[in-house]
């Protein structure tokens, strides 16, 4: 890198003009020569990524010397990191000193980092959390709703800060009916804590809003410390009315949001969550009206239209004893006719059932002849008369028995034998037996 020097049109003799980007360029350089490459550690604050991947930060003096560093650690470098840097870290880091140009700032650029420890405050952090977590300051279960439709909202932060102002322009826009209470105290340095304790105090003595904003804007660790104070968490988590934390930007999370029964990302969308939308309450109460109205417009044609038929009924009674003349005279035609009219209906349904058992009983009559006639039949075909009239005889033993098997005979036996028209006494002379089958 070469020097470049602006010297004046009419600089007197021997007397050297420096422009700022030469010398600036020119400190730049001695810097890179005598510096290359360094390693230095220190505790890391205010650090952020921006969208193109670069890391910026300051590295403050592990030793809390009153000394930093503005540190730029490009993309390239930070995509090399095995841990999330976060403020508060003690990192060492190894890369060059140079100096920015458009601002002639000095500034350290990283080109590695990695953990040395964690920084003091940090490290009370996370031990006061542990430790207030365990007591159950941070249990969901605690957490209470806010009111819905709050009359009266109570805000505690620095009167000069640009908090206050955030909140009171969202609540002026989406809520102006609500009256705002400050309770003004420091939110940075040593005297915030108790100041900030305070004011919560003096808010729940009074009594006279519905829910407090505990606000603050953004900062690095140390400029919100004072909301990760055990006296201040304490008396968030034992407020009797709602708290509603908003303190610094979305990434900042201190103690107190967590004792907190909301917390808030910034301190506008704290004032968001505390009161509804003003316009949107007058959407719905018009939407209710709406509502109302046409019921009871409904409600006043049903009764409307019931009021007319009673008038109707009222204002001409002799069609309603007219009515119910004819009404009576029906009746009474019905009973006059009536006894007349079922005794008919019960002369026709004898005539119609008188013929009814005489064919009947002739039915009867001709199945009873039809089955006496088959079973005459029947007998006379079993009758033995006329099977020996067709030339057949039966032998008896002379006592009426009859001689079915040839086997029951012996010669000289004497029997009898019966044919269609008489019978012959006979005397065995000889037995013949077939032979079996």
Not at 179 to 191: D, I, L, R, T
Not at 209 to 226: F, H, I, K, N
Not at 291 to 314: E, F, S
């Amino acid at each position: 890198m070469g020097l470049r020097v602006i010297e004046p049109r009419e600089a007197p003799p021997n007397r050297r003009v420096w422009g700022v980007a030469g010398l600036v360029e020119a400190v730049a350089q001695s810097l890179s020569e005598r510096f290359s490459v360094v390693v230095v550690g220190g505790e890391i604050s205010g650090f952020t990524r921006a969208a193109s991947g670069h890391c910026y930060f300051t590295l403050k003096d592990a030793d809390g010397l009153a000394a930093s560093l503005r540190c730029a650690m490009f993309r390239r470098a930070a995509a090399m990191l095995d841990f999330a840097p976060a403020d508060g870290a003690l990192v060492e880091l190894r890369g060059r000193v140079a100096v920015y140009e458009p601002r002639g700032e000095l500034q350290f650029v990283v080109e590695a980092m990695r953990r040395a420890g964690a920084g003091t405050l940090y490290e009370q952090f996370l031990k006061l959390r542990a430790r207030l977590a365990a007591e159950g300051l941070f249990e969901a279960d605690a957490k209470r709703a806010l009111p819905p439709h709050p009359q009266r909202i109570g805000v505690i932060t620095s009167a000069a800060g640009a908090a206050l102002h955030d909140v009171l322009t969202a609540l002026a826009r989406r809520a102006p009916q609500v009256e705002v209470v400050v309770y003004p105290s420091p939110v940075q340095g040593a005297e915030a804590p108790p100041a900030l304790v305070s004011a919560l105090r003096t808010a729940n003595e009074r009594a006279e809003v519905d829910l407090l904003l505990l606000v603050r804007g953004g900062g690095s660790l140390e400029d919100l410390w004072a909301f990760n104070d055990e006296r201040v968490v304490r008396a968030v988590a034992m407020s009797g009315l709602p708290v509603v934390c908003g303190v610094g930007h979305e990434t900042d999370v201190t103690l107190s949001d967590l004792a907190a029964d909301v917390r808030a990302p910034t301190p506008t969308a704290a004032a968001e969550l505390a009161a509804p939308s003003r316009e949107a309450l007058l959407q719905q109460l018009a939407s209710l009206e709406r509502a109302l109205t046409l019921r009871l417009d409904h409600r006043l044609q049903a009764v409307a239209q019931r009021l007319d038929r009673m008038a109707l009924r009222l204002s001409r009674p002799s069609e309603v004893l007219a009515r119910q003349r004819r009404l009576l005279d029906l009746l009474a035609q019905r009973a006059a006719v009536a006894p007349g009219r079922r005794i008919e209906l019960q002369r026709q349904r004898l005539d119609h059932l008188a013929p009814r058992p005489a064919r009947a009983l002739a039915e009867t009559l001709r199945r009873q002849g039809a089955r006496l006639d088959s079973l005459q039949a029947r007998l006379q075909a079993l009758d033995p008369q006329h099977v020996l009239a067709r030339g057949y005889a039966w032998l008896d033993d002379g006592q009426g028995g009859a001689i079915t098997s040839a086997q029951a005979l012996q010669p000289g036996r004497e029997v009898r034998a019966v044919l269609a028209d008489g019978s012959a006494d006979m005397q065995v002379q000889r037995v013949r037996l077939l032979p079996p089958g």
